[in-house]
Protein backbone atom coordinates (compact mmCIF):
# COMPACT_ATOMS: atom_id res chain seq x y z
CA UNK A 1 0.00 0.00 0.00
CA UNK A 2 2.87 2.61 1.02
CA UNK A 3 4.59 1.47 -2.16
CA UNK A 4 1.86 2.42 -4.00
CA UNK A 5 1.45 5.76 -2.60
CA UNK A 6 5.00 6.72 -2.92
CA UNK A 7 4.44 5.75 -6.15
CA UNK A 8 1.58 7.95 -7.04
CA UNK A 9 3.22 10.82 -5.43
CA UNK A 10 6.21 10.36 -7.47
CA UNK A 11 4.72 10.29 -10.49
CA UNK A 12 2.62 13.03 -9.50
CA UNK A 13 5.68 15.29 -9.20
CA UNK A 14 7.87 13.83 -11.44
CA UNK A 15 5.62 12.72 -14.30
CA UNK A 16 7.03 10.21 -17.00
CA UNK A 17 7.56 12.31 -20.69
CA UNK A 18 9.63 11.16 -23.08
CA UNK A 19 13.32 13.08 -23.43
CA UNK A 20 13.63 14.45 -26.26
CA UNK A 21 9.51 15.66 -27.40
CA UNK A 22 8.34 15.91 -23.31
CA UNK A 23 5.16 13.69 -24.72
CA UNK A 24 4.03 12.09 -21.39
CA UNK A 25 4.12 8.48 -20.96
CA UNK A 26 7.50 6.85 -21.89
CA UNK A 27 11.09 8.25 -21.40
CA UNK A 28 11.04 7.58 -25.24
CA UNK A 29 8.49 7.89 -26.86
CA UNK A 30 7.82 5.26 -30.23
CA UNK A 31 8.42 7.62 -32.78
CA UNK A 32 11.35 9.29 -31.21
CA UNK A 33 12.93 5.86 -31.28
CA UNK A 34 11.99 5.08 -34.90
CA UNK A 35 14.55 8.44 -35.04
CA UNK A 36 17.34 6.27 -34.29
CA UNK A 37 19.18 4.56 -37.04
CA UNK A 38 20.71 1.24 -37.21
CA UNK A 39 24.52 1.25 -38.38
CA UNK A 40 24.21 -0.56 -40.95
CA UNK A 41 27.48 -1.26 -41.49
CA UNK A 42 30.09 -2.85 -39.95
CA UNK A 43 33.64 -1.77 -39.30
CA UNK A 44 36.65 -3.96 -37.67
CA UNK A 45 37.22 -2.82 -33.97
CA UNK A 46 40.72 -2.19 -34.37
CA UNK A 47 41.29 0.15 -37.63
CA UNK A 48 37.66 1.34 -37.50
CA UNK A 49 38.04 1.30 -41.79
CA UNK A 50 38.14 -2.08 -43.76
CA UNK A 51 34.15 -3.58 -43.51
CA UNK A 52 34.30 -6.87 -42.08
CA UNK A 53 31.73 -10.03 -41.59
CA UNK A 54 29.64 -8.58 -38.35
CA UNK A 55 32.42 -6.45 -37.22
CA UNK A 56 35.06 -8.95 -37.19
CA UNK A 57 38.56 -8.24 -36.78
CA UNK A 58 39.98 -7.73 -40.33
CA UNK A 59 43.57 -9.74 -41.33
CA UNK A 60 45.41 -6.54 -41.80
CA UNK A 61 45.26 -6.16 -37.61
CA UNK A 62 45.15 -9.45 -36.57
CA UNK A 63 48.59 -9.77 -38.47
CA UNK A 64 49.42 -6.54 -37.04
CA UNK A 65 48.66 -7.31 -33.56
CA UNK A 66 50.43 -9.33 -31.07
CA UNK A 67 47.09 -10.59 -29.82
CA UNK A 68 43.68 -9.99 -30.02
CA UNK A 69 41.13 -11.88 -27.94
CA UNK A 70 37.96 -10.10 -29.53
CA UNK A 71 36.95 -11.68 -32.56
CA UNK A 72 34.53 -8.77 -33.41
CA UNK A 73 32.47 -5.88 -31.96
CA UNK A 74 29.02 -5.72 -33.22
CA UNK A 75 28.55 -1.51 -32.85
CA UNK A 76 24.50 -0.93 -33.28
CA UNK A 77 24.05 2.42 -33.73
CA UNK A 78 25.66 6.39 -33.64
CA UNK A 79 26.87 7.77 -30.45
CA UNK A 80 27.05 11.43 -32.25
CA UNK A 81 23.13 10.99 -32.57
CA UNK A 82 21.53 13.51 -30.41
CA UNK A 83 18.38 11.33 -29.16
CA UNK A 84 21.00 8.02 -28.75
CA UNK A 85 23.42 10.21 -26.92
CA UNK A 86 21.11 11.84 -24.54
CA UNK A 87 18.93 8.25 -24.00
CA UNK A 88 22.38 6.58 -22.84
CA UNK A 89 23.22 9.55 -21.14
CA UNK A 90 19.83 9.51 -18.98
CA UNK A 91 20.33 6.08 -18.89
CA UNK A 92 23.23 5.69 -16.96
CA UNK A 93 23.75 9.15 -14.70
CA UNK A 94 20.29 9.68 -14.39
CA UNK A 95 19.68 6.34 -13.58
CA UNK A 96 16.20 6.08 -15.94
CA UNK A 97 16.30 2.12 -15.80
CA UNK A 98 13.34 2.37 -18.03
CA UNK A 99 15.26 3.28 -21.04
CA UNK A 100 16.84 -0.15 -21.14
CA UNK A 101 13.82 -1.39 -22.87
CA UNK A 102 13.87 0.74 -25.74
CA UNK A 103 17.70 0.91 -25.85
CA UNK A 104 17.59 -3.16 -26.12
CA UNK A 105 15.54 -2.43 -29.36
CA UNK A 106 18.33 -0.88 -30.82
CA UNK A 107 20.82 -3.70 -30.07
CA UNK A 108 18.01 -6.50 -31.10
CA UNK A 109 17.06 -4.51 -34.38
CA UNK A 110 21.00 -4.44 -35.08
CA UNK A 111 22.01 -7.58 -34.36
CA UNK A 112 19.29 -9.27 -36.66
CA UNK A 113 20.46 -7.43 -39.17
CA UNK A 114 23.58 -9.15 -39.36
CA UNK A 115 23.24 -11.87 -42.37
CA UNK A 116 24.77 -15.07 -41.35
CA UNK A 117 25.71 -14.04 -37.65
CA UNK A 118 24.81 -17.29 -35.33
CA UNK A 119 22.95 -15.74 -32.56
CA UNK A 120 21.79 -18.51 -31.33
CA UNK A 121 24.78 -20.48 -30.72
CA UNK A 122 26.28 -17.46 -28.44
CA UNK A 123 25.65 -16.74 -24.92
CA UNK A 124 25.00 -12.95 -23.59
CA UNK A 125 27.30 -11.62 -20.39
CA UNK A 126 27.38 -8.19 -19.46
CA UNK A 127 30.62 -6.63 -19.15
CA UNK A 128 30.43 -6.39 -15.16
CA UNK A 129 30.84 -3.76 -12.54
CA UNK A 130 32.64 -3.45 -9.98
CA UNK A 131 30.62 -3.66 -6.28
CA UNK A 132 31.39 -0.38 -5.65
CA UNK A 133 30.43 1.77 -8.49
CA UNK A 134 27.47 -0.26 -8.77
CA UNK A 135 26.29 0.39 -5.57
CA UNK A 136 26.50 3.99 -6.64
CA UNK A 137 24.40 3.13 -9.60
CA UNK A 138 22.04 0.97 -7.64
CA UNK A 139 21.87 -1.40 -11.58
CA UNK A 140 24.42 -2.75 -13.79
CA UNK A 141 23.63 -1.20 -17.13
CA UNK A 142 24.50 -3.37 -19.12
CA UNK A 143 23.10 -6.02 -17.07
CA UNK A 144 19.73 -4.45 -17.95
CA UNK A 145 20.45 -4.02 -21.67
CA UNK A 146 21.13 -8.07 -21.63
CA UNK A 147 18.12 -9.02 -19.74
CA UNK A 148 15.69 -6.81 -22.04
CA UNK A 149 17.55 -8.16 -25.23
CA UNK A 150 16.85 -11.60 -23.97
CA UNK A 151 13.00 -11.16 -23.52
CA UNK A 152 12.75 -9.55 -26.99
CA UNK A 153 14.54 -12.42 -28.34
CA UNK A 154 12.27 -14.80 -26.52
CA UNK A 155 9.09 -12.63 -27.96
CA UNK A 156 10.33 -14.11 -31.39
CA UNK A 157 10.85 -17.64 -30.61
CA UNK A 158 14.23 -17.27 -30.60
CA UNK A 159 16.56 -18.62 -27.73
CA UNK A 160 19.34 -16.46 -26.67
CA UNK A 161 20.68 -17.32 -22.96
CA UNK A 162 21.82 -14.81 -20.36
CA UNK A 163 24.99 -15.40 -17.98
CA UNK A 164 25.23 -13.09 -14.71
CA UNK A 165 27.84 -13.50 -11.84
CA UNK A 166 30.16 -15.15 -14.20
CA UNK A 167 32.99 -12.72 -14.88
CA UNK A 168 33.34 -10.61 -12.02
CA UNK A 169 34.95 -7.14 -11.72
CA UNK A 170 37.54 -7.55 -9.05
CA UNK A 171 39.44 -4.22 -9.19
CA UNK A 172 37.95 -0.36 -8.62
CA UNK A 173 39.27 1.45 -10.98
CA UNK A 174 39.61 4.99 -12.33
CA UNK A 175 36.61 5.38 -14.92
CA UNK A 176 37.81 4.78 -18.69
CA UNK A 177 35.99 7.71 -20.02
CA UNK A 178 38.22 9.79 -17.40
CA UNK A 179 41.08 8.63 -19.69
CA UNK A 180 42.41 9.44 -22.94
CA UNK A 181 45.24 7.53 -23.54
CA UNK A 182 44.74 4.60 -25.43
CA UNK A 183 48.03 3.19 -23.99
CA UNK A 184 46.74 4.54 -20.66
CA UNK A 185 43.66 3.03 -20.70
CA UNK A 186 44.36 -0.54 -21.77
CA UNK A 187 47.29 -0.36 -18.49
CA UNK A 188 44.35 1.26 -16.34
CA UNK A 189 41.97 -2.05 -17.00
CA UNK A 190 44.74 -4.99 -17.06
CA UNK A 191 43.84 -7.30 -14.06
CA UNK A 192 40.64 -5.80 -13.68
CA UNK A 193 38.24 -9.12 -14.42
CA UNK A 194 38.29 -12.56 -13.27
CA UNK A 195 35.87 -15.78 -13.52
CA UNK A 196 33.51 -16.49 -10.16
CA UNK A 197 35.54 -19.08 -8.21
CA UNK A 198 32.01 -19.65 -6.51
CA UNK A 199 29.81 -19.79 -9.49
CA UNK A 200 29.09 -23.13 -10.75
CA UNK A 201 27.74 -22.34 -14.41
CA UNK A 202 30.06 -23.99 -17.43
CA UNK A 203 32.05 -21.23 -19.38
CA UNK A 204 30.38 -21.52 -22.63
CA UNK A 205 32.00 -22.06 -25.78
CA UNK A 206 31.09 -18.98 -27.69
CA UNK A 207 29.76 -15.42 -25.54
CA UNK A 208 28.66 -12.02 -26.53
CA UNK A 209 29.84 -9.40 -24.45
CA UNK A 210 27.51 -6.56 -23.97
CA UNK A 211 28.00 -3.12 -23.06
CA UNK A 212 26.66 0.13 -23.03
CA UNK A 213 29.21 2.17 -25.66
CA UNK A 214 32.97 1.49 -26.86
CA UNK A 215 35.58 3.92 -27.19
CA UNK A 216 39.34 2.51 -27.68
CA UNK A 217 37.94 -1.00 -26.90
CA UNK A 218 40.11 -2.06 -23.67
CA UNK A 219 37.61 -3.03 -21.69
CA UNK A 220 36.00 -5.69 -23.87
CA UNK A 221 39.21 -6.49 -25.38
CA UNK A 222 40.66 -7.32 -21.44
CA UNK A 223 37.24 -8.92 -20.84
CA UNK A 224 38.04 -11.20 -23.58
CA UNK A 225 40.98 -12.26 -22.41
CA UNK A 226 40.41 -13.14 -19.41
CA UNK A 227 37.46 -15.48 -21.00
CA UNK A 228 39.59 -17.04 -23.71
CA UNK A 229 42.15 -18.03 -21.60
CA UNK A 230 39.84 -20.60 -19.43
CA UNK A 231 38.81 -21.92 -22.52
CA UNK A 232 36.08 -19.70 -24.35
CA UNK A 233 36.30 -20.02 -28.44
CA UNK A 234 34.71 -17.13 -29.79
CA UNK A 235 34.05 -13.52 -27.96
CA UNK A 236 31.98 -10.92 -29.33
CA UNK A 237 31.30 -7.85 -28.34
CA UNK A 238 27.78 -6.17 -28.78
CA UNK A 239 27.83 -2.25 -27.91
CA UNK A 240 25.24 0.45 -28.39
CA UNK A 241 27.23 2.67 -29.86
CA UNK A 242 31.01 3.71 -30.24
CA UNK A 243 31.67 6.96 -28.32
CA UNK A 244 33.27 9.77 -31.16
CA UNK A 245 31.21 8.14 -33.93
Avoid at 4 to 30: A, D, H, M
Avoid at 145 to 166: A, D, E, H, P, V
Avoid at 207 to 212: E, M, N, P, R, Y
Amino acid sequence: MYKKISTLILSFLFPIQCIVCENPGRYLCWECLSHIPVNPINLCPICQKAETFAGRVCNVCENENKKIYLDGVIVASYYKHPVLREAIYRFKYNFLKQLSKPLAKILFKKIISVPGFPTDQFVIIPVPLHPKRLVWRGFNQAELLGKNLQKIFSQYNINMNLITGLLVRQKYIRPQMKIHSTEDRKKNIIGCFLINKESTIKLPEKIILLDDIITTGATLEECAKTLKRRGVRKVWGLVLARQGR
